[in-house]
């Protein structure tokens, strides 16, 4: 009870407005060497970007862009006004037994040498897969590093699982199978519309109003494809698009749910700690994604995550 009575003085503010408003961001970047197509994939982001005079924030992660040799494509994001987090090196997860606090602090470091120098660079910290720790010494000496360099957590609020789709539209586009690709946007599109209204909700029960939103995406073919797609239905469905620190000014991303082990998106943190039944962990994977699928007509393979 009184965890709940704290998180509401933080959270508390006036609910004059409802108008649902989220900002985009990027994870990752992809590797030159690894995927020829990046250079269009990352032209084509930000190309849809502005023209939509969106504003958008990256978080890469070096081992991703191939170290220093894509450096080149995330220095665009801040050239054309985006914001550049920080993602780490090797896109650790910290809730695994075997990566130790010193080991992802290093990588952490790694990450901040590597991007801090860019234009457009923020300190926020994204946590590879959303994994913050799953002992008390990892999530807090996180957490104190965090406060060290004047960082901030780059939490999400709407979590969804592009990365599952993006794995059926590069099989589809490679087989040539437009049918199939026809299909899966729309499954894809519902899909993001759906995590949206559900962690919408959640806060809606939980804090008793919407916040200012951050969707999860990553740096993938088939954002590059439909990410107008995207944006026409956000906005038909009546949400707003705003800048990464516009929205990252919310009190909701200043909360440290003491929870282990700590991770997710923040409105799935805080809806577990009012004690909201039913709640999925991890809260996004591809099983939960294969019943969306066969609504639209397709079949799922094998697949691994992120």
Known sequence: MCKKILLSCLILVSNSTFSKSLALSFDDGLD????????HINDAILNTLKQNKGH??????????????????????GEQGHRIGNHGNLHLNLNKDEVNLSTYLADMQQGHQA???????????????LKEGNTLEKRDGVRQWIKDYHYQSGAVSIDASDWFYNQLFLKYQQENDQQSL????????????????????????????SPKHVLLLHVRAINAAWLQDIIDAFHHQGWIFIDSDTAYQDPMYNIEPQLLPAGESIVWTIAKIYGIPNLRYPAEDAPYEYSNLKNFGLKFPMTEHQ
């Open 32 to 39: 030159l060497s690894t995927h020829p197509q990046v250079q």
């Open 56 to 77: 958008a924030i990256i978080y890469p992660s070096l081992s991703k862009i191939g170290a220093n040799d894509g450096l080149g494509m995330i220095k665009q994001w």
């Open 115 to 129: 991007f801090s120098t860019l234009q457009g660079f923020v300190p926020r910290y994204r946590f590879p897969f």
């Open 182 to 209: 026809v299909k899966l946007k729309q499954a894809y599109i519902f899909h993001l519309l759906d995590r949206a209204k559900y962690y919408d909700d959640l806060a809606q029960q939980t804090l008793g109003r």
